[in-house]
């Protein structure tokens, strides 16, 4: 059985329609699915866990 992803976008995203979606429900398989929330039957990116969590760290600490 294949686990679909369960999308979501972040609380601080304001429906500007400008947001990606993830799918955090496929870490254990070591992927996190980033997608185009104006495309949802587009293409999704199949991130590595780690490289995932090394991008939120970096965003977390840089200041724009």
Do not use: H, Q
Request: with cysteine; hydrophobic share 40%; aromatic share 10%.
């Amino acid at each position: 059985m294949t686990e679909s992803p369960r999308w979501f976008k972040s609380s601080y995203s304001s429906n500007g329609g400008a947001c990606v979606e993830i799918a955090t429900n496929l870490t254990a398989r070591g992927v996190v699915p980033v997608r185009d929330s104006k495309n949802p039957t587009g293409p999704a990116l199949a991130i590595d866990t780690a490289a995932w969590a090394d991008f939120v760290a970096f965003v977390r600490t840089t200041e724009i």
